[in-house]
T-cell receptor, first 113, second 112 residues
Framework: AQSVTQPDIHITVSEGASLELRCNYS??????LFWYVQSPGQGLQLLLK??????LVQGIKGFEAEFKRSQSSFNLRKPSVHWSDAAEYFC???????????FGTGTRLTVIP | DTGVSQDPRHKITKRGQNVTFRCDPI?????LYWYRQTLGQGPEFLTY????????KSRLLSDRFSAERPKGSFSTLEIQRTEQGDSAMYLC??????????FGPGTRLTVL
């Protein structure tokens, strides 16, 4: 079945530490890939996207993500986390030929001083 | 730069009442989407418009739900005879032909 998996429900990191949030997808062809961030009670903000080309994509707020076709993964990284990065992070895909986003269940990030 | 706006931000209603939400997309975007998000879950697709045409509806969109985009600009989502299970955040997104979707702040519905 087609799916997006975010295996980590909750991650806690210290401010200034590095961060990697995992995302795996299961689709026949490479879909379009996205990471969104959601603060409590708010809508979703686009961090970055991958359609094609360079497999390392840069986003806003110092985030980057790497597409690895062999692993069907699109992991999100940040070298140094700030307290304001505490939020819920969603990986999402648009299947080739489709219109709607299909989301993972999200990873909640807690940042401790 | 005006983003996607949604009104109201919060709605509390009693079971059995009808509710209507509004979404105003980014002005140059011809595509509009509605999603529903329940607590602890990612958003789930409900329906999609290209201009005024509703091109796709999820099986989640029961007969009690109806969405319109009469002039290809703003959209409304109506829920008739609300049930407690309808309590959720309703998110609207819009995109141009590039397909990157930008989301509004959402409408949080609580059905008592």
């Amino acid at each position: 079945a087609q799916s997006v998996t975010q295996p980590d429900i909750h991650i806690t990191v210290s401010e200034g530490a590095s961060l990697e949030l995992r995302c795996n997808y299961s689709y026949g062809a490479t879909p379009y890939l996205f990471w969104y961030v959601q603060s409590p009670g708010q809508g979703l903000q686009l961090l970055l996207k991958y359609f094609s080309g360079d497999t390392l994509v840069q986003g806003i707020k110092g985030f980057e993500a790497e597409f690895k076709r062999s692993q069907s993964s699109f992991n999100l990284r940040k070298p140094s986390v700030h307290w304001s990065d505490a939020a819920e992070y969603f990986c999402a895909v648009v299947e080739t030929g489709a219109n709607n986003l299909f989301f993972g269940t999200g990873t909640r990030l807690t940042v401790i001083p | 730069d005006t983003g996607v706006s949604q009104d109201p931000r919060h709605k509390i209603t009693k079971r059995g009442q009808n509710v209507t939400f509004r979404c105003d997309p980014i002005s140059e975007h011809n595509r509009l989407y509605w999603y529903r998000q329940t607590l602890g879950q990612g958003p789930e697709f409900l329906t999609y418009f290209q201009n005024e045409a509703q091109l796709e509806k999820s099986r989640l969109l029961s007969d009690r739900f109806s969405a319109e985009r009469p002039k290809g600009s703003f959209s409304t989502l109506e829920i008739q005879r609300t049930e407690q299970g309808d309590s959720a955040m309703y998110l609207c997104a819009s995109s141009s032909s590039t397909g990157t979707q930008y989301f509004g702040p959402g409408t949080r519905l609580t059905v008592l």
